[in-house]
């Protein structure tokens, strides 16, 4: 058996080799550590910027939160109202029921009163009511208040179904106060614009052509069908009674008008007490404001006084026939301590008074002036 031989010594050859090898390794071990580095700083710097954390999703505002809730509480008292009129068919000669127009209102008390605008019911021979609940009832008519488009109508509804406006005030009202607008435009039922008091103290026309004085503007859009129903205040309180719109389109253009609820605070409850037509009167026809400036008088000239009405038994008298004509009687220049310079502060003044109040009026005639008191008495 032969013994093994241990290996032989490497040679000076490949010791070099080896050390070669390594000093290779060492230097492209390198050149990638270089290479590597060298990318990282042409690369541009991450910056992660920090956001606030949406909130999940369907989670409401504060303002949003308080706009449905006035909403939920307050629609059910508004109720969409149907203009019928009796036409008589040509072809039949039956009188038929028609529809002619469509508007809103609101429920006023537990008796089934319903606050909505003269120009919603006018030539109305009936109307319907639906309520919120989808409900329908025959709607009386009950009075009116032409000056102010104001009306009242009456359903026989379970109390229960009558959910009563809540009654605010509009003296306190302040321009870019919130308000809310509930109505049914283009008989669209139960729908909410929402806008602010864009204006406040505006005079608009009535159908009676009388002037409407203290009208909130507001931004809220207002379209037809809304007309009768409520302005709210952001608690939810009637403030108005939306009535109009400037518009040459028809449509909403931003500017709409509402009756204040003051207004209809002093008028609703004359209407339920009259059961009829609210308007409060002298008794007296009056001169034009530019014929009393072509006669050159500081005042309100009257021209007739109505006979045994409320002028004539306080002793006022218009137009007195003289030797060259008609000469001027006596002439209005205060009410109440107010000064009378033309009509509309006369008119400004006897808005605010109801039937059976007393004025004062400070009457002139040639000069002399006298006091008298007047008290007012419904139109007839």
């Keep these: ?210 002037k409407i004085y203290d009208v909130v503007q507001t931004d809220a859009p207002i379209n037809p069908g809304n007309s009768g129903g409520p302005l709210l205040d952001g608690q939810g309180r009637l403030i108005g009674v939306n009535t109009a719109i400037y518009s040459p389109s028809g449509a909403s253009a931003g500017i709409g008008f509402a009756v204040p609820v003051d207004t209809v605070n002093l008028v609703v409850p004359q209407i339920l007490n009259l059961k009829g037509e609210v308007r409060p009167v002298l008794g007296i026809n009056l001169l034009s404001d530019g014929e009393m400036r072509q006669i050159g008088v500081t005042g309100v000239g009257i021209r007739n006084v109505a006979r045994g009405g409320p002028a004539d038994r306080a002793g006022l008298s218009g137009l007195i026939q003289g030797r060259s004509g008609l000469e001027l009687g006596d002439v209005i220049t205060k009410i109440d301590g107010s000064p009378v310079v033309k009509t509309a502060d006369l008119f400004k003044v006897l808005d605010r008074r109801r039937i059976g109040d007393v004025v004062e009026l400070e009457i002139s005639r040639n000069g002399d002036k006298r006091s008298v008191k007047v008290t007012l008495e419904v139109a007839r």
């Design 1 to 210: 058996m032969t013994p093994t031989e241990p290996p032989a010594p490497a040679g000076p050859e490949s010791s070099l080799l080896t050390k070669l090898l390594a000093v290779m390794l060492l230097l492209v071990a390198a050149a990638l550590v270089f290479t590597v580095m060298k990318m990282r700083r042409m690369q541009p710097e991450v910056v992660y910027e920090s956001r606030p954390v949406a909130p999940p999703a369907g989670e409401l505002g504060a303002d949003e939160k308080a706009t449905i809730t006035v909403f939920k509480t307050v629609s059910p008292s508004v109720v969409h109202i149907t203009n019928i009129a009796q036409m008589r068919n040509v072809i039949t000669s039956a009188v038929d029921d028609v529809p002619q127009g469509t508007g809103s209102g609101f429920i006023w008390d537990d008796a089934g009163h319903i606050v909505t605008n003269f120009h919603v019911i006018e030539g109305a021979t009936s109307t319907e009511v639906t309520l919120a609940d989808g409900s329908t009832y025959e709607g009386k008519i009950i009075g009116t208040a032409r000056d102010k488009d104001l009306a009242v109508i009456k359903i026989e509804a379970p109390p229960s179904k009558l959910a009563k406006i809540m009654v605010g005030t509009s003296a306190d009202l302040q321009v870019g106060q919130k308000v809310l607008a509930i109505g049914n435009p283009f008989g669209l039922d139960q729908t909410l614009t929402t806008g602010v008091i864009s204006g406040l103290g505006r005079e608009i026309t009535s159908r009676s052509q009388r």
